[in-house]
């Protein structure tokens, strides 16, 4: 039998991404989120959390995306743009760490603090992620792994999907950054396990991350259908376009994802192929 995690990522990040991973757990295939504790709507989303139970909840650390760090800028410089942010981009913040750039007392010092944040809001954490999937790189997995160990968190994302999916995206710097990613995902693997740490599988959603539609989101569960086994599908969930993109020059489709993980359409297939909707917290 398939099982399958639907992870809708940024939770906290703004009241209209809150919004979206709400009504697409309560009327539509979302089991999982994972929450910004840099978020400008974090306290909005963890009394969200706390009115849907049965939706897991995971650590999603940011280091990349232009967001602000949870600790005072002063503390943690390195890991900073000039504005006070962090870089747009995993490129840029790949560059500064491999250029000896970034002092690892702070980028332990920020991403604690993101951690500990979010214990102490009083909520049950399945699992960590990260904003680009930072949290993966062989530098940056150790103190990741470390931190899941202190708060006893039993699972980490493993952003690794399989290299020949296209699924309708023929954007080559994507495809050649998926490959890449899926293969540092691989070591993390083999990580997480010597260290007691569970994941899925399976893991969909990258080579169309920000841009799932209703054809794309087929595409994907015609593959879970096909496999058994446990996986996760990421998702980037909102319900304003507008006011989203004015924020956040990410060149997300919040709207479409949304519609796509609520259809009926979505719904008829997860039933007729017998794929189990479940959250990190089942695979324990």
Known sequence: MSKLIVNADDFGLHSSVNRGIIDGHRTGIITSTSLLAGGEAFTEAISMAKENPKLGIGIHIA?????KPVCDPSEVPSLLTEQGRFPNTYVEFIKRLYTGKINFDELRKEIQSQVSIIMNAGLNITHIDGHQHMHILPSMLPLVVEQAKQYGIKAIRIPQEMSGFINYSYNPVRFLGKVGLSSVADNARSFIRSNNIISTQFFWGMINGGHINQKTLMGI???VS?????HELMIHPGNDDRVLSSRYDWGYHWEDELKAVCSHHTRLYINQHKI???????LA
């Open 63 to 67: 280091l990349v995306g232009g967001l």
């Open 221 to 223: 569960l015609k593959e």
């Open 226 to 230: 096909h496999r058994s086994g446990t």
């Open 276 to 282: 189990e909707l479940i959250n990190y917290g089942d």
